[in-house]
């Protein structure tokens, strides 16, 4: 992976081996109770965004509803088809 980040579609994902700014902006915004600013750029032009979170950090988790099929099992599961010869 490139060093400088992924380019798609004219945007760019940077990333560092550092504690990212978003991670700190999330905390900073449930203790001082301001919104996160988020800036992005397009080529030259830049657009700002304010986010009124303050609820912290949240890690998801999944849970099937009952009486639907665990479609996850089945997308995980092992492909049933052969290798292709190489």
Known sequence: MPTDGITHGGYKLV???KIPSWL???TDAEHAKQP???QF???EEYKSFSI???GG???PSLERVD???DRL???LAPSKRAMPAM
Do not use: K
């Open 73 to 75: 099992d089945e997308i």
């Open 67 to 69: 009486g639907t099929p």
């Open 41 to 43: 750029r397009r080529g």
């Open 57 to 59: 950090l949240r890690i």
């Open 36 to 38: 996160i600013e988020l």
């Open 15 to 17: 990333y560092s081996d």
């Open 52 to 54: 009124p979170y303050y």
């Open 24 to 26: 700190s902006a999330i």
